[in-house]
């Protein structure tokens, strides 16, 4: 199916800043979640959303919610330009203010509009996600490792409390902070996976700046971007120093996965599946970091195909059984507490 909401920068000119109203008056429900199943079935890097793991009741929910993140994000990271880019997000704002006040305009926020009542969606859990796009338009450098855990607590923690939301788990604080824990975790994986594309695209490094002087790596950005223009080490030294900053930041994020892990056992069996397989590729991949030798400033590790199918079948078999045994091996190994051995 075709999805002319997909390519956010050429459907600016149609669905952008003082267009959308009149275009999203001619996009009913239907055909806005229509769309935006198709926008989120199209992109198979997230298979874990996207796969019959998601209850079928609630596949326009999680396509509205996907396409809203994957438009922000877009006109965040694929604008090209950081003052428009602030500009469009303000803009993403207004929209969603619009489907809040119940007069949706824009197609994205015509098929969140049903989502957001449905299931009670707190405003702020979507401007959160907005404010940290908006945060990557003018913050390029992490200082510390709290700076950035600051930064996944609004790019990444929001999504894990919307998917608990519409899976009608409860509100409570202790399931949101190990949901928080988990999405924190996935976050982390993805900066130390793309060290090379956040730098040669964005311009953006995440490796906290402390962590760096700690390791006494001399130089490091030059050094990495010299090395990422000849596509090997600029110098002797650099990627055995890069591998273990690298493993350092790795080991920091495991026991944030070990920590989450002791959601599956607190959410209902119906639930378990998809958590388990949202937090199953991100554990796979930073495992993938450790088995290339945590080389990730000229080689992204990610899973292949095979692994996606095997993963989504362990997820399928998980919510077949919907036991006790099945549902507290986390992701990664590790047996939370209270779960059987």
Known sequence: MRCPIADVRGSLERFGPDRCTTAGATVGEAEARSWCRALAWGHYENFSVLSSIVPVALRDDFGAVYAFCRWADDLGDEIGDRTRSLELLGWWRDELKACFAGEPRHPVMVALAPTVRR????FDL??????????????????????????????????????????GEPRTEELFALSDRLCTA???????????????????????????????????????KETIALGHGCDPAFFGEARSLVRTLVTRTWP????????????????????????AGGARTL???????????????????????????????????SGRAAAVHGPSGHVPAGGAA
């Open 287 to 321: 495992r993938q970091i450790e088995l290339w030798n945590c080389e990730t400033v000229l080689h992204r590790p990610h899973l292949t195909k095979a692994s996606k199918l095997w993963l989504v079948m362990k997820a399928w078999w998980i919510g077949k059984r």
């Open 119 to 122: 299931h009670q969606l707190p």
């Open 186 to 224: 996935l976050q982390l994986t993805n900066h130390w996976q793309d060290i090379r594309r956040d730098v040669t695209e964005r311009d953006r490094i995440y490796l906290p700046q402390q962590l760096i002087r700690e390791a006494k790596i001399d130089d490091f950005e030059r050094r990495l």
């Open 256 to 279: 944030l996965y070990e920590e989450g892990e002791k959601l599956f056992v607190r959410i209902a069996p119906r639930s378990r599946a998809l958590v388990w397989l949202l937090a």
């Open 126 to 167: 979507f401007d959160r996600l907005i404010r940290a796009f908006e945060l990557d338009q003018t913050k390029t450098r992490y200082e510390t490792w709290d700076e950035v855990l600051d930064y996944c607590r609004d790019s990444a923690d929001p999504v894990g409390r919307l998917v608990l939301m519409m899976l």
